[in-house]
């Protein structure tokens, strides 16, 4: 491993304690199990959240680690690594808390903080069945009743959906309103109401648990709105553009480093005629491509991770991030398939796992073409022309 730039020690500290941790907690059979179970290993949750890895973000003063998005990019790298789906569940709760750190009171940041603080886990709940991209169609409503919120509808794709104990919760509030209709709440799993409809049997990251939650007259205080009213869809966008380098973009660095790793060692010990196909030009030049994408992505991620902690906040550039690593991270490992030839189309090697592990970057927090959509919106706006 190279020497890193511009990292502090704690920094440092963390990304190795990390990479050791999860290395020996969650080796390859392990993960072939759980792959093909879908099935969450919850007892290595439970030790990363006692090592504090799911609140990595959140402030010191509730116990939280008090550390930013730099940070949280190394250990979703590391953590995504060894396998994206158990990366996806605990970087699930810094998106399901980032509403709250932005927009919340004090007593909200400690309240639901405590949460995951305690080892628990979180969800961030927006999308519908029929409400994904277009984030606005959503249906979920919540209703002022007295001095509580009532909320019915069905969230759809929720990581951590089964597993969580607090969820944020966006739903309509001021029908009709456009992009101002929609608030944004916190809601504990133990409220009554609350169900978990199906349990998405995905292509990858199946060691991240998908699920529907499912709310029938869930009345919460008042108190449990995040940020003002109508406000949801855009506590929704300020929270993507903190959380897509991190959640997404670094991620995806993680599972390119594991490709090339995995081909450097797999190519030195194949023999092709007479010699390990290392040898051969045409396998050196994959690897460098390789290599070349990994530094490209990792460099533009975190130099958005960096501005975040700054507080220099760019939609267009966590956008950048987000699907420069995921398409990036997608043609590392086909070349990372094609290297291990056959065996890499087999589910005895860990190639397998991460190719079909490596498509999720392309689709969630924004697919793709919604980053272009913010991209160019944002180059529009500079030019004047919209
Ligand atoms: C494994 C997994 C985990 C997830 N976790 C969460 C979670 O924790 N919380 C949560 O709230 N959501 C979560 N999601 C949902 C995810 O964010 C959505 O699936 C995603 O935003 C896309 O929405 P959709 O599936 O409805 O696709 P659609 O919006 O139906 O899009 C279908 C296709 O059309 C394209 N498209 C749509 N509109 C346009 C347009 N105007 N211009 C060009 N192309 C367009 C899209 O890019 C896409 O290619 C998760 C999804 C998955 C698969």
């Known amino acids: 491993m190279k020497e890193e730039y511009g990292l502090t020690q704690d920094q440092i500290d963390i990304q190795m304690m990390t990479r050791d941790f999860i290395r020996k907690e969650l080796p390859w059979e392990r993960i072939k199990e759980c792959d093909e179970k879908s099935e969450t290993p919850m007892d290595v949750v439970k030790k990363a959240a006692e090592m504090g890895l799911t609140s990595i973000t959140l402030p010191e003063s509730i116990g939280g680690a008090g550390m930013g998005e730099v940070t949280n990019s190394l250990v ?21 808390y980032m509403p709250i750190k932005i927009v919340g009171t004090e007593a909200q940041k400690e309240y639901y903080g405590k949460f995951i603080v305690d080892g628990s886990l979180a969800a961030f709940a927006l999308t519908e069945a029929d409400a994904g991209s277009d984030v606005s169609a959503g249906r979920t409503t919540a209703v002022l009743d007295g001095d509580e919120w009532v909320i019915n509808g069905t969230k759809a794709f929720i990581t951590n959906g089964g597993l969580a104990d607090i969820y944020t919760v966006f739903a309509v509030t001021d029908p009709g309103n456009g992009t101002h209709s929609m608030s944004c709440f916190y809601v504990e799993r133990s409220c009554p109401g609350i169900s978990i409809g199906s349990h998405e049997n995905k292509l990858g990251i199946r060691l991240s648990n998908t699920t529907e939650v499912i709310f029938e007259n869930v009345r919460v205080p008042k108190d449990h709105m995040v940020g003002k009213q109508g406000d949801g869809f855009k506590i929704a966008m300020m929270t993507f553009d903190r959380t897509r380098p991190a959640g997404v973009g670094a991620a995806c660095c993680g599972a390119m480093r594991s490709c090339i790793d995995k081909c450097i060692e797999y190519s030195s010990q194949r023999i092709t005629f007479g010699q390990p196909i290392l040898q051969n030009q045409a396998i ?16 533009l991620t975190y130099k958005v991770a960096g501005m975040i902690d700054d507080g220099v906040i760019d939609s267009a550039l966590a956008s950048a991030a987000k699907a420069f690593s995921s398409e990036a991270a997608l043609e590392v490992v086909n070349e990372a398939v094609q290297i291990h030839g056959g065996y890499g189309y087999s589910k005895e090697y860990p190639v397998e796992i991460i190719m079909r592990n490596t498509k999720i970057g392309t689709l969630f927090e924004g697919t793709n073409e919604v980053q272009r959509m913010v991209i160019t919106k944002n180059l529009l706006k500079a030019s004047g022309i919209i």
């Open 76 to 96: 979703l790298e590391e953590l995504a690594y060894q396998d994206v789906g158990f990366a996806t569940v605990i970087g699930a709760c810094g998106l399901a």
């Open 284 to 299: 050196q030049f994959k690897i460098a491509d390789m290599e070349i994408k990994y530094e490209a992505a990792r460099a």
